[in-house]
């Protein structure tokens, strides 16, 4: 595990023309304003390339004092895939049958979910993030780290967002519990799985829940 050690270097920090920083911010919004959670996948694969630079710029993230608490298992083998849905179904009918409180299942009413996971084999990728306790050195000491689930979440927003910017569409998957992917994906205990990211082309005739998101009035407070 490689991590930075002392020194500094000069910041690179292009500050741009007033006009340019709204037209770019609005430019932004309108492209991650289309960003949907998609239920239906195609199985054409994805461009490798694609997910590798996603994976960098994720990888970019800040993150507690840059422990860099994450991993990422791209699976793309149908016989892991195939492995993961049967586990993740057996999970999520014991949640959809027994597990969730009804006050739950009617909050996820309007999405439409339920205990089947076809995309789980139909997508082409699956990328399952584990979060890190705690780092290992190379001669088996242990490294605690810092505010790993706020670092996690933040490297993840930033996959989702590099996802949909590269033209990708993704479903964040939480079977749950999620501990079958340590042993599916052969990671050591001390990482936790976080989410399964679920990447590729939509079907044609993917739908969506007709849903919003609140209006900036809702959403931010200004002080
Ligand atoms: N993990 C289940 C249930 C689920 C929970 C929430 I909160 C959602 O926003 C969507 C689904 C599943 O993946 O179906």
Do not use: C
């Not at 199985?43 to 970019?60: H, I, K, M, N, Y």
């Not at 049967?86 to 969730?100: D, I, L, M, V």
Request: hydrophobic letters at 40%; proline letters at 8%.
């Amino acid at each position: 595990m490689s991590t930075p050690t002392a020194g500094f270097v000069p910041l690179d920090f292009a500050e741009l023309p007033a006009d340019e920083m709204s037209r770019r911010a609005t430019a932004f919004h309108q492209l991650m304003r289309r960003r949907r959670t998609v239920r239906h996948f195609d199985s054409r694969p994805l461009p490798p390339d694609v997910v590798e630079q996603a994976l960098l710029t994720a990888g970019s993230a800040p993150s507690g004092a840059n422990r860099q608490p994450w991993h990422f298992v791209v699976v793309t083998d149908a016989d892991k895939k195939a492995a993961i849905r049967e586990a993740a179904e057996k999970e999520e009918q014991e949640f959809y049958r027994r597990r969730a409180s009804r006050e739950w299942l009617e909050a996820l009413a309007p999405l439409g979910t339920d205990e089947n996971k076809p995309f789980l084999t139909t997508a082409p990728v699956l990328i399952a993030i584990f979060l890190r306790r705690f780092n290992v050195d190379t001669d088996g000491k242990r490294l605690k780290n810092y505010y790993t689930a706020e670092s996690v979440g933040i490297a993840t927003g930033m996959l989702i967002a590099a996802l949909h910017q590269a033209g990708v569409a993704t479903l964040t998957h939480t079977p749950s519990p999620m501990r079958f992917l340590n042993r599916l994906l052969d990671r050591p205990a001390h990482e936790r799985a976080f989410l399964l990211l679920v990447a590729g082309f939509p079907s044609p005739d993917a739908e969506v829940p007709d849903i919003g998101k609140y209006p900036l009035e809702e959403l931010a407070t200004f002080a």
